[in-house]
């Protein structure tokens, strides 16, 4: 292979130019939609992903601004070895993602989730009955007494609240 071919400016733009052009394009439109867009709720997934939507964009539009200015036949970058770089770099990124996603990736989901392990399982409490003071025993506290006896039952949260609706209308 003749090595002038990458060093010699050529300013035809013919089909591998153009499906370099759109492929940039293209690898630019995925790496913005994964950084911007795409909300993953896996705390390890998520992140790993915007970060590879951060280089596919930069790689893209960096591929596009070399492909518009081959285009437009400037000189220094109707060379091909513009596209090769790019493409070279491209082909980087992919050797890395798949490495990330085979070795590290599983490893740092594995950890994460043997750290969730126990903070996710939530143990069934029962709510026990606490024994209300005689009338006589709350005025002593400083509860307010009703004339019939009873003291007033003071809500607990909006679970306990809907329990208790419930269970008078039925």
Request: aromatic residues 10%; hydrophobic residues 45%.
């Amino acid at each position: 292979m003749d090595l002038s071919y990458f060093t010699t400016p050529n300013p035809d733009f013919g089909a591998p130019e153009w499906v370099f052009f759109i492929a940039q394009f293209a690898v630019a439109i995925v790496g913005a939609y994964l950084s911007f867009m795409h909300n993953d709720a896996n705390p390890v997934r998520g992140p790993a992903l915007r970060r590879l939507g951060y280089a596919m964009a930069i790689l893209g539009l960096l591929g596009a601004t070399v492909g518009a200015l081959r285009r437009s036949a400037i000189e220094p970058f109707t060379a091909p070895y513009w596209m090769t770089i790019v493409t070279v770099l491209l082909v980087l990124l992919v050797i890395y993602a798949i490495y990330y996603a085979t070795a590290v990736y599983p490893g740092r989901l594995a950890a994460w989730e043997a750290s969730q392990r126990g903070k996710g399982a939530r143990s069934a409490v029962r709510v026990q009955q606490v024994q209300r003071p005689t009338p006589r025993e709350g005025s002593a506290q400083g509860e307010k007494v009703v004339s019939n006896g009873a003291t007033p039952r003071h809500s607990s949260g909006r679970r306990a609240a809907r329990r208790e609706h419930k269970r008078r209308n039925k």
